[in-house]
């Protein structure tokens, strides 16, 4: 059960905040004082703060900057209530920290939208966090086991990134693409170069909680739209755009690193692109992307 945190020095309408939002299946605790709502939000970590900015002692903006700065409750989500319509006091909440501003009488219906849309980016953003720190474990073995596959992997995750943002890929599309450039060859790890790595490395993946997405990632960064690669001989309706994305990126990346330049790798890659092997719109965002890092360069040369 989700728990809220109700924040008012009027007892009479905290009772009846409380009354409605355990209708709704919430678990309510109440604090009276500014110092109270800091202790029990130490105490009891609540999925979102109702807080009124009218306290005595501390008031809501004090309190609000306490919790944000504490890293055990900076990412509890804060809804401020007040009946202050001034622009500058609103303008001060969301600089402490607060998500939303709602202006006192509530409108109760609002008021549930917001308190499950917040807890539900929450949860996205927890569950991301977890997935980013597996992450990173797996890729310090990596790193431990073999630099050049690891300069590799970094290579098309930065690459992939730059592309899918071109290509305005959905942000958890680009979660997702980014996760899977960074553990397409885990499987190099025990097996090394072997064709064997896709399937390994899907293997690895797979007992993980993104396994049942990240698999197929992992398993199919070899496959071409021409049905040539490997290990499953997919033709391009059969492959998924982020695998479209990360293929077409992890062979740019491998040509750059045979031939020791962007350049002639992005020209070799259009050769193969010709060919029916990676998808054109990745080859032109490709190459826009090594424009834009000329242009930077230039930039910089010319300060």
């Given amino acids: 059960m989700e728990k809220v945190l109700i924040v008012d020095d009027n007892e009479q309408n905290c009772d009846l905040m409380k009354d409605i939002l355990a209708n709704w299946g919430y678990e309510v605790y109440q604090a009276f004082q500014g110092r109270e709502a800091i202790n029990l939000t130490l105490e009891h970590q609540p999925d979102v703060i109702l807080l009124d900015v009218m306290l005595p002692g501390m008031n809501g903006f004090e309190v609000c900057h306490e919790l944000k700065n504490n890293p055990r409750t900076q990412d509890i989500p804060i809804i401020m209530l007040t009946v202050l319509n001034d622009v500058e006091d609103r303008l001060r909440g969301f600089k402490v920290g607060a998500e939303i501003f709602l202006s006192k009488p509530i409108n109760y219906n609002e008021l549930k939208y917001r308190i499950a849309s917040l807890i539900k980016q929450k949860k996205v953003l927890e569950k991301m966090e977890h997935q980013c720190q597996v992450v990173e474990t797996l890729l310090e073995i990596m790193k431990t086991r073999d630099q050049h596959l690891y300069l590799h992997v970094a290579r098309v995750r930065e690459y992939c990134r730059k592309v899918a943002k071109l290509l305005a890929l959905p942000d958890q599309q680009q979660e997702q693409l980014l996760i899977g450039a960074s553990l397409h060859d ?62 077409g990126v992890n062979r740019f990346v491998e040509l750059w690193e045979e031939q020791g330049s962007k350049e002639v790798a992005l020209i070799l890659f259009g050769d193969e692109v010709k060919g029916g092997c990676w998808a054109a719109s990745v080859e032109k965002a490709l190459g826009q992307v090594l424009e834009d890092e000329k242009f930077i360069e230039r930039l910089t040369l010319s300060k």
Avoid: C, Y
């Fill in 186 to 247: 885990i499987g190099k790890i025990v097996t090394g170069s072997s064709p064997e790595h896709t399937w390994l490395g899907e293997r690895m993946v797979q007992p993980l909680q993104m396994g049942h997405w990240l698999k197929d990632l992992v398993r199919g960064h070899h496959e071409k739209l021409n049905g040539q690669g490997f290990p499953a001989g997919l033709k391009e309706k059969e492959i998924p755009w982020q695998l479209q994305i990360l293929a």
